[in-house]
């Protein structure tokens, strides 16, 4: 299937979801916002940072002098796992409410303030997906829903560039979780097969869009992409959920998110922000075989360094509208070097 330029609508099979993809927009004059191109070369540790070792947080909290991964419950977490509150429901039916019980927590990347998760070694990318794995195996005991995430960069609204991720745990099934998992159990049952399987399979003989592969892991700018250069990054084993992957899948991931990562500062030669989070089945489920671990990236950044693109206006109001074809974002992304460029400076 080769790429469609010209102006058309695809359909997410996860959420049923349509994108309106329009080639021709990528181009027009650019004169609206930009953003600040962050070139600083931070230091490896900042006296005034919260999460660096050693460093004072909120409420006279010190962190250890931690050497590798560093996990603590978030200060100001937006859930909280005492909630014992009790919701009236009002009346009209349209008005509804529910008590939201959980847990957040922060996870730094390393000890080193300076280095985001490309610069880091495979190695310590492997102690980072240890540590999700671990805290995941703990939080999916106590909660249906269990959310692994990391916002990059200040356009993505981080509060801190140490490197660092979240894990939101919570009782309720969240939104996203419950639509795909609607979508996943409905194709299983139309067409008796998993569908990340079927789209591996699918992206495996197209080629076109796939960004990287290797045994275990499918890093593809998704054919319903609606950010520009998003991707999806897939486990081809049968598994379900970051508990079951075993340490040659952990070493494979961790290959993964180095050669990911790495072309997406190598886009721009930048530290390309984004907003990343992996998606498991919920621990309520009797049966989740319609279900494949696998990671979301959606990067903001569309023409440079400086530019992004804006869901406003129409995306807002009506669907999601991309300039540039998920074939193109791929082939951008497959051309990066797998050479972080701050080796040659």
């Known amino acids: 299937m080769s790429s469609l330029e010209f102006t058309h609508r695809r359909k997410n099979p996860l959420t049923g979801d349509w994108v309106l993809v329009s080639p021709h927009r990528n181009n027009r004059p650019w004169s609206g916002a930009t953003e600040a191109d962050a070139v600083e070369q931070l230091p490896s540790y900042d006296e005034n940072c919260p999460l660096c070792p050693g460093n004072e947080r909120a409420n006279d909290t010190s962190n250890p002098e ?199 500062d190598n886009v721009f030669n930048c530290s390309f922000p984004y907003s990343m989070g992996w998606h498991s089945a919920p621990s309520s489920l009797d049966d989740d075989s319609h279900w494949r671990l696998h990671a979301h990236f959606y990067p903001p950044l569309l023409r440079s360094a400086t530019v992004k693109k804006h869901m406003v206006g129409y995306e807002m109001l009506a669907e999601s509208q991309r300039d540039l074809t998920a074939e193109t974002a791929a082939n951008i992304l497959q051309e990066a070097s797998s050479t972080h460029y701050k080796k040659g400076l």
């Open 66 to 264: 931690y050497q590798d991964t560093f996990v603590f419950v978030n200060d100001f977490g937006a859930l909280v796992s005492d909630n014992d509150n009790q919701v009236n429901q009002e009346s009209p039916s349209f008005i509804q409410a529910d008590v939201a019980r959980g847990e957040c927590r922060v996870i730094c990347f390393s000890p080193d303030h300076s280095k985001t998760l490309p610069e880091l070694s495979n190695s310590e990318i492997e102690a980072v997906i240890e540590t999700w794995q671990s805290n995941y195996n703990e939080l999916s005991k106590q909660y249906d829903c269990v959310h692994v995430f990391e916002n990059k960069g200040a356009i993505m609204g981080c509060s801190q560039p140490h490197p660092h991720g979240q894990i939101w745990a919570h009782d309720h099934m969240s939104t996203e979780i419950e639509v795909e998992n609607e979508h996943l159990a409905a194709y299983k049952k139309s067409e008796n097969s998993n569908l990340f399987a079927d789209y591996i399979n699918f992206e495996n003989e197209q080629k076109e869009r796939v960004v990287y592969s290797n045994e275990h892991w499918l890093a593809v700018v998704p054919y319903w992409a609606a950010w520009p250069f998003e991707t999806l990054l897939i486990a081809k084993d049968d598994v379900r959920h970051m508990g079951q992957l075993n340490a040659e899948q952990k070493a494979s991931l961790g290959d993964a998110l180095k050669q990911l990562t790495t072309k997406y």
